[in-house]
């Protein structure tokens, strides 16, 4: 089972997952969990960069 067996209306419902995600993350990545050659949750890691931490 592959990835490619996934019906057009699956690749629609993660690509605008992913999209919403894409539009408010600024530094960070996402992460497609796979099984059974499916995608079964989309997580979202975002880092927040603070200023006061740079070295002066």
Same mark, same amino acid.
């Given at each position: =089972?592959?990835?490619?067996? %996934?019906?057009?209306?699956?690749?629609?419902?993660?690509?605008?997952?992913?999209?919403? =995600?894409? &539009?408010? %993350?600024?530094?960070?990545?996402?992460? %497609?969990?796979?099984? &059974?050659?499916?995608?079964?949750?989309?997580?979202?890691?975002?880092?927040?960069? %603070?200023?006061?931490?740079?070295?002066?």
């Amino acid at each position: =089972m592959g990835a490619n067996q %996934l019906k057009p209306s699956e690749w629609q419902e993660i690509a605008e997952h992913v999209e919403r =995600m894409l &539009d408010t %993350l600024q530094f960070g990545s996402i992460t %497609l969990i796979i099984q &059974d050659g499916k995608v079964v949750q989309i997580e979202k890691n975002e880092k927040v960069r %603070l200023q006061s931490n740079k070295k002066r």
